[in-house]
């Protein structure tokens, strides 16, 4: 008979894209859940109408995960989309110092926005204009902001990075979805074997949370439901393999 064993970690969780191969690693995860559930609907009869049987069916596996870091990567899984490059025109916002030019009120812009032609600046009552920009100086004569005075101004810069779109006809492909923790021996409290969990295919939802919050860390969190592969009435296995030390002293 197997040792008395005492599981007090979380796991190592790896995702693989069955489509792409691609594979994350939620090296950082603080929760890897498994729950099953099932259909049980009575059979009663006789006198009584006493049990006589349990039917059983519509055996379910969920997944869910949390991860104390992002990636880029969980947005890719959340979308169905792939990363790419993406240029896209992002709003700015910059405060500046209405000036005296010989009498005449102007902005001078910072030096790296001396290419701007145009910038939305708003004024002191609250109302907004749309000013011509020349070679890196704004006329403010229109203005009721005074010498002096600060004020919001708001412009156009084209940025390119590497993201996801989030498109109403892609949703998220099958993945396959490994845990792995440690179990401890009871007896002599040092690990003892690895413990795993493997689900060939598992597709995620797509619906996902992202609240930010100064001061608090993002949490992301993966749901899965777990799918027979063709053919195989197998969900998933679990087994232990016998644990070896693989980190090295720094």
Not at 20 to 25: P, T, Y
Not at 57 to 76: C, G, H, W
């Amino acid at each position: 008979m197997s040792r008395d064993q005492v599981i007090h970690d979380t796991c190592e969780v790896i995702i693989t894209d069955l489509v792409s191969k691609n594979v994350i690693a939620i090296g950082y995860a603080q929760t890897a859940g498994l729950e099953q559930t099932l259909t049980e609907d009575e059979l009663r009869g006789g006198i009584g109408n006493k049990l006589a049987y349990m039917i059983r069916s519509a055996k379910d596996i969920s997944l869910n995960v949390t991860s104390a870091t992002f990636k880029p990567e969980f947005m890719a899984l959340f979308s169905g989309d792939k990363i790419k490059e993406y240029t896209e025109k992002i709003t700015r916002m910059v405060y500046l110092t209405v000036t005296d030019n010989a009498g005449a009120k102007e902005i001078k812009l910072p030096a790296k926005l001396n290419t701007l032609t145009t910038i939305r600046v708003e004024d002191t009552d609250g109302t907004q204009h749309e000013l011509t920009a020349t070679a890196g100086v704004v006329e403010a004569t229109t203005l009721k902001a005074e010498i002096g005075d600060e004020l919001e101004a708001f412009y156009l810069e084209e940025v390119t990075g590497k993201g996801v779109a989030f498109k109403t006809n892609k949703f998220p492909n099958k993945f396959k979805v490994e845990y792995r923790t440690v179990a401890y021996d009871r007896e002599l409290a040092n690990i003892s074997e690895n413990l795993h969990f493997v689900f060939p295919e598992a597709i995620p939802s797509g619906a996902f949370n992202l609240a930010l919050q100064n001061g608090e860390a993002y949490i992301p969190e993966f749901n899965f439901r777990v799918t027979a592969p063709k053919g195989c009435n197998t969900l998933g296995k679990t087994f232990s393999t016998p644990y070896t030390d693989e980190e090295e002293d720094c």
